[in-house]
Structure formats: structure tokens, C-alpha cells
């Protein structure tokens, strides 16, 4: 976890629920974010923790509760999913960005494909990521399209569409966790938010599996 929201890893619930299931091998902090099994000193020194201390197969880098935004391009806390990126490729891994996608909030700028996303990796990701979308129904894919051409993201990243799974698959999915909402709506109210995860989700297990040539 970073320092981009809320600094005391023990106020994320999310986090203690996945460590009672033991989904997790462990939690870094990083910055001036504090509370996890381990403590790092930076976005570089974290992933290379998860990875040989922790012997971590993925790192999911995340912003704690309570993320800062302004309403403008670059005053979002959002911004550091570029610098992770970079960090990510300096250290020879394989960065996979989780897109921010939602038809359920009536902000322009998050609608579709949010400015959170574009900004991030357009303009402070310098190196190269994997930016799995979900495949969308009707006029919701073609927004998504359009907004990925406008974007300019396809000219610098690797796109990966993913089949977006039905919603009753991804209530199932989070049975044993429990309820999860973004901006306090659930799978049912935004699926396509839920569907981007997926997406990202099942991109970041396509890597791990041999290559069977």
C-alpha cells in the first residue's frame, strides 16, 4: 500500500478480510504509509520486498482509503498508477493497470473510461504496460472504444480485451469475501467496474501460466 491515501494499513478493511481468507502472502507499506508485515522505503524497494521477501507471485500496488482529488488532470493522487508503472519496468517485471471504468457515474470525466486512468498512463507512465479492458454490451463497448481511441493509450500501451464476465459469476466470486461497492454502488449497480477488475485481474494470471511452447 502507498501513501497516496490513508497512511495506517489496519484501516483498510478490504486487507483484513483477505488476510483472515489467507489470500494474501503478505502486505508491504511503502512511504510514508506504515502498518503493513513489512515496511519499504519507496515504490521500488516494494515490489522487490513483495517478491523476495514475501515471495509474492503478484503485487497488487494500491492506494490506501481516502484517495485526494481536485477535479483536474493532474490533481489526483490517482497520478502515482504512472510511477508504478515505471518502477515496475525498471525492475524487469510486468506492469498490468487496472483501468478505471464506470457507465454508472454521471461525471464526464469518469464516465467511460476515467481521466484518472488516461492521465496516469498517458502522460507519467513513461514505459510500456498491459491495460486489460473488458468486453462490453452494445452501446457501452462502443463508448469505451471511443474513448480508448481518443485517449491516444492504444499508441503507447498494450491493449488486452478480456470477455467481461456475467455479473451473477462475479457475485459468486465475491461470496466468500463479502460485499464490495465502489463510490457505494456493487456489481449490480456498476458491472463494468467490477468487469475492468476482472479484466486486469485475469490478464496478471495469463503471465504466470508456462508458456507451452
Known sequence: MSDG????????????????????????????????????????????????VLHADIAMAVQGPGLV??????????????ELVNAVHVLGGKPVAVPRI????????????????????????????????PVLPAEQGRTLFRRLQASGLERKHEIRWQEAPPVEAMERALLRFGPVTSMGRGVRADPAFFAAVCAAAGTALELLRPNPS
Open 102 to 133: 464506470s457507465f454508472a457515474d454521471l461525471r464526464d470525466r469518469h464516465n467511460g473510461l476515467s481521466h484518472h486512468t488516461v492521465t496516469a498512463l498517458r502522460e507519467a507512465a513513461l514505459s510500456r504496460a498491459l491495460l486489460p479492458l
Open 69 to 82: 482529488g481536485t477535479g483536474t488532470e493532474y490533481g489526483h493522487s490517482g497520478l502515482e498508477t504512472g
Open 5 to 52: 491515501g490513508a497512511l495506517p494499513l489496519g484501516i483498510s478493511r478490504h486487507t483484513a478480510r483477505l488476510k483472515e481468507l489467507d489470500w494474501l502472502a503478505g502486505t508491504v507499506t511503502y512511504g510514508q504509509a506504515y502498518g503493513g508485515d513489512l515496511e519499504a522505503v519507496n515504490k521500488f524497494t516494494a515490489p522487490l520486498a513483495a517478491r523476495h
